[in-house]
Structures are given as structure tokens and as C-alpha cells.
């Protein structure tokens, strides 16, 4: 297995919670890029993504990415952004600077999760499901999230490793995630 490792998927898949929990197991350091592309860029990605829109965000994010690879630290677990393997390239360099990690959740299991984390700094939900016909937000942002999974699927799936989520949503699912994980690495290394 090669270092370091990146955890990608959908917004709300738990990527920040799980690498948290997998640095704290491993004793490895862990790197949300939202806080790296803040400390980098002096604003949220949200923020960023408002005042600069998507395209500048990407470039932007992609370069923040490719600063921290030339760091030289290897044990490192890094969240990426929802969007961030979806574009240009980054799969492919993602797929080359270490190993991925996809936490795969169904359609309906990340629309409770997005609303049970909040809205406040997802601008491209928020916008998603406003566009999305409904009788309400729930409704608009699972159809959203179904036309938007199926555009990421095919890159998302190019990881090393597809995570399935467990079936039923529970306040441990992001601890079993990080055990999966955590079982790999360790008897892969």
C-alpha cells in the first residue's frame, strides 16, 4: 500500500470524521483539505466558492493538493473535498501520489446526513436542491444527490478501495468505516 492515504467520496460521507478516527488509531498526522485550502487561501471553501465560483474554487483546491504532496511527510490521512476527484485529472494524481479510499453511501443515507450536518458552508447542495422541483427540501435534495452521485460514480469508483457503508444509518457508522480502513492498512503496509 502506498502512503499517503486519501479519503474520497460525496459531501457528508463522513471523510473528515473517519480520517480523524483513523489518525487517532494509526498515531498518523490527518489533513482535512477544507482546513489546509483555509489556512492556504484565507477563506472557507464555501466562502471561496461564493465569491469566486466553482471553476476558480477547483483550481485553487487542485493546488492546494499538490502543495501538500511535496511535503515530506508519508503517514498522513487526508479528506479531500466531495468534488475535488471529479475534476480534470485530480483522480488520476490522486491514484499516483498514494492510496484512495471511497465511502460509498446510498443516495438516501447521505441526504439525511447532509441535512443532519448542516447546509451552512455546502453551497453546491444548497444550489442543487433549490434547482430540484419538490414538495420539499428533503425531496429536492435527494433528487439532487442521486443526479450527482451518478455524475461522480465513475470517478469515485477508479479508487484503490470501495468502502461500503453499513446499511442502516447509526451513530457508529463512521467508526466502523474507520475500522474497515484500519484493517487494510494495517495488514497491508
Not at 473528515?16 to 489518525?23: E, Y
Amino acid at each position: 500500500m502506498e502512503l499517503p492515504v486519501y479519503l474520497i467520496g460525496y459531501m457528508a460521507s463522513g471523510k473528515t470524521t473517519v480520517g480523524r478516527l483513523l489518525s487517532e488509531k494509526l498515531g498518523w498526522h490527518f489533513v482535512d483539505l477544507d482546513d489546509a485550502f483555509y489556512e492556504i487561501n484565507g477563506m472557507s471553501t464555501g466562502d471561496y466558492i461564493r465569491q469566486y465560483g466553482i471553476e476558480q474554487f477547483r483550481k485553487q483546491e487542485k493546488d492546494c493538493v499538490e502543495r501538500l504532496a511535496e511535503l515530506p511527510i508519508q503517514k498522513v490521512i487526508y479528506a479531500t473535498g466531495g468534488g475535488y476527484p471529479c475534476w480534470e485529472d485530480n483522480m488520476d494524481c490522486l491514484l499516483e501520489l498514494g492510496t484512495s479510499f471511497y465511502l460509498r453511501w446510498t443516495p438516501e443515507q447521505l441526504t439525511q446526513r447532509l441535512f443532519l450536518s448542516g447546509l451552512d458552508n455546502r453551497p453546491v447542495a444548497i444550489a442543487g436542491m433549490q434547482s430540484e422541483e419538490g414538495d420539499n427540501e428533503e425531496e429536492r435534495m435527494l433528487r439532487f444527490v442521486r443526479k450527482h452521485i451518478a455524475e461522480r460514480a465513475p470517478f469515485y469508483e477508479q479508487a484503490h478501495y470501495i468502502i461500503d457503508a453499513p446499511d442502516r444509518l447509526h451513530p457508529s457508522n463512521d467508526e466502523q468505516i474507520a475500522e474497515k480502513i484500519y484493517q487494510l492498512i494495517t495488514h497491508n503496509l
